[in-house]
Every structure is written in C-alpha cells, then in structure tokens.
C-alpha cells in the first residue's frame, strides 16, 4: 500500500488508510491465532520509505516518511505510532 509522494509532509504523516489496513489485518491475525493458527511473525512492509524499482521514489511505503531534500530526515507516520501501541498494549 503506497501513497503518492506528492504530498506535503504534514498530509503525509497523517495517513490513516495504513493504521486502518495495519488494524484490521493484524486483529484478524489474532482471531486466527485464537482459533489456533500458527503464526510465525509478521512484518511491516516497510519501515522506511525507500526506492522502489518499479516506481522509484513516487510511492511511500513506510511507517516513517523520509525527507528526501532535507538530509533524509526521517519522521514517524500516524501507523508507526499506531504499531508502537499496537506492540506495547497488554
């Protein structure tokens, strides 16, 4: 799931398509696990946002959105927090 780097940073971080695609996956996941699946791991394609061979930098795939004009400084997107969350919750 890419978005579209034509975005303003701000825009970007806020995505919430992600944290509703991450949410809904990840709690039929643990439905599954309940029911006794096994489940191994998972991973979140991807953490950064990064060169694509088949689109190069127009689409943004990561948690965290990378600057590319400002020394790739890298920023937490709303899914990155929502993980963290995710992760720590009991």
Not at 20 to 43: C, P, S, T, W
Not at 48 to 75: A, H, M, P
Request: aromatic share 16%.
């Amino acid at each position: 799931m890419g978005d579209v780097n034509n975005r303003t940073t701000k825009h970007a971080i806020e995505e919430i398509q992600r944290v509703d695609f991450y949410n809904g996956h990840l709690r039929a996941v643990q439905k599954a696990i309940e029911q006794g699946v096994r489940m191994k791991g998972f991973i979140a394609w991807s953490f950064l946002d990064i060169f694509e061979w088949g689109s190069s930098y127009t689409q943004r795939f990561g948690i965290c959105y990378v600057d590319f004009k400002n020394k790739l400084k890298r920023i937490p997107k709303k899914s990155a927090i929502w993980f963290k969350n995710f992760l720590n919750a009991k």
